[in-house]
């Protein structure tokens, strides 16, 4: 009790000192947040028209030399977006960042489990990596058999502070848990690849993710949570953005890559048909 009492008092004499000195003095909460190496704050460009999809620019990938294009997929709760090019009646039940765009070769991927929520660490690893074995099990087209793609590479966690590249790409597929600047954003994917030209010439670079775990709550129960989001359900979405997937609107409710999610939803889990079909023909 007397540990605590001294350190809120001293968090607010820093601010009686900032209001002092004229600078705009951050709430309690604020303070803590800021504190490096917790929880900080992704920082988007405004989204045209509330799209789900926001251009980051080109900029030169490090590991190819080639100019790329980042991609900043939001993923919102509820219909709480405008779709993005959305073709309603879309049969096929499945759509691509960029007809051709994937990956040519394998590459590890890292994360920061750390999260205000109280979600077991190694559990958010392995649902990470549970999420990549599903889409790359369906690059053939069946589920549940032994022939697939290495198309993400292996997994592993870190303790340091990891930071989604918004304006350009750094060689590093990294995952963690932060505040959205986006109040209705889940979570966000970040992709940087060449999207245009011939499709044989286009490719995916780079991929990041983050988890907003200050607005929403997150649970990893078989069953779900009332009031909170499947952390599984969430990331095997986001991981099908990873691989070169787009979102669907519209129709095709039922698959994976279905735009909008909310509370307690885990149909997400699995891929269905339209996902599997898809991730094949990228593959």
């Known amino acids: 009790m007397i540990r605590k009492i001294t350190v809120v008092s001293v968090i607010v004499a820093f601010l009686f000192v900032l209001a002092a000195v004229g600078v705009a003095a951050p709430s309690l909460e604020t303070a803590a947040l800021d504190t490096p190496g917790a929880v900080r704050t992704l920082l988007l460009p405004p989204a045209a028209d509330n799209s789900n999809v ?53 590459e590890p991927w890292v994360v920061n489990p750390t999260n205000t929520r109280n979600l077991d660490l190694t559990t958010v690893f392995n649902l990470l990596s549970g999420g990549v074995a599903k889409w790359e099990d369906a690059t053939d087209g069946e589920v549940g058999n032994s022939v697939e793609a290495d198309v993400l590479g292996s997994g592993s966690t870190t303790t340091e502070v990891l930071v989604a590249d918004t304006a350009s790409p750094d060689n590093k597929n990294e995952v963690y848990f932060a505040d959205i600047n986006d109040s209705n954003a889940i979570a966000v994917t970040i992709v940087w690849g060449i999207f245009g030209g011939p499709p044989s010439g286009r490719q995916l670079v780079e991929w990041d993710q983050v988890y907003d775990d200050v607005t929403f709550d997150w649970s990893t129960e078989v069953l779900g949570v009332a009031g909170k989001m499947d952390f599984d359900n969430i990331a095997t979405h986001e991981l099908g953005h990873s691989v070169g997937m787009g979102d669907l609107y519209n129709t095709c409710v039922d698959e994976t890559m279905y735009g909008y999610s909310s509370n307690v939803e885990t149909k997400k889990r699995d891929l269905n048909n339209g996902d599997i079909n898809g991730v094949n023909g990228l593959y």
């Open 54 to 106: 926001i251009s980051l620019g080109t900029a030169v990938d490090p590991g190819t030399g080639k100019t790329v294009e980042g991609l900043a997929i939001i993923h919102r709760k509820d219909n709480a977006a405008k779709p993005s090019g959305a073709k309603p009646g879309n049969a096929a039940c499945y759509t691509y960042l960029a007809k051709g765009a994937k990956w040519k070769a394998a």
